[in-house]
């Protein structure tokens, strides 16, 4: 058995030339209920247990976006799958370091597999729900407006078939 380890410190972080603040890559797990076609969606905790956000996390010197989002989802979220193309990139302020502005960019990521053991998981609780209940329980705004970009693509796909 192979033991998974979080990624700790931030020697390795990239930082914004514009805004001085941290880049940090996130994503939106998600699956499709079969029996409707409608999206699920993976939240975790904060890591003091509150909340209800996605993965994300910095993004580090020595991998793609779309790897830093896969690591952030499989560290804090214990999943694994495929990144898809980008919602967008966000401008926000730290709770933490308030004079701090980080950018934010979120891809989807279409969960194939939910590990039993993952680095965060005695930290962090993570739980499947809808879009409206993330939308009514997510208290970042920008993670909001990046779902529903993805209900907005989810539906045209949908469209289409």
Do not use: N
């Not at 993976?42 to 910095?58: C, N, Y």
């Not at 980080?102 to 809808?130: C, I, N």
């Amino acid at each position: 058995m192979a033991v998974l380890v979080a990624r700790q410190g931030r020697e390795l972080q990239r930082y914004s030339q514009s805004t001085g603040g941290r880049i940090v890559v996130g994503c939106i797990p998600y699956r499709v209920r079969p029996c409707d076609g409608e999206l699920e969606v993976l939240v975790i905790t904060s890591q003091k247990g509150h909340g209800m956000m996605f993965p994300k996390g910095g993004w580090e010197v020595d991998e793609s976006m779309d790897e830093a989002a896969r690591r952030e989802a499989l560290e804090e979220a214990g999943v694994l799958g495929d990144t898809e193309p980008v919602l967008g990139f966000w401008h926000y302020k730290s709770r933490r370091y308030v004079d701090q502005t980080y950018e934010g960019f979120m891809f989807p990521l279409r969960v194939a597999d939910e590990l039993h053991q993952w680095p965060e998981m005695a930290s962090r609780k993570r739980t499947w729900a809808t879009v409206q209940q993330v939308m009514d329980g997510c208290p970042h705004w920008w993670m909001r407006e990046a779902l529903e970009r993805l209900v907005a693509r989810h539906a045209v796909l949908q469209s289409a078939l």
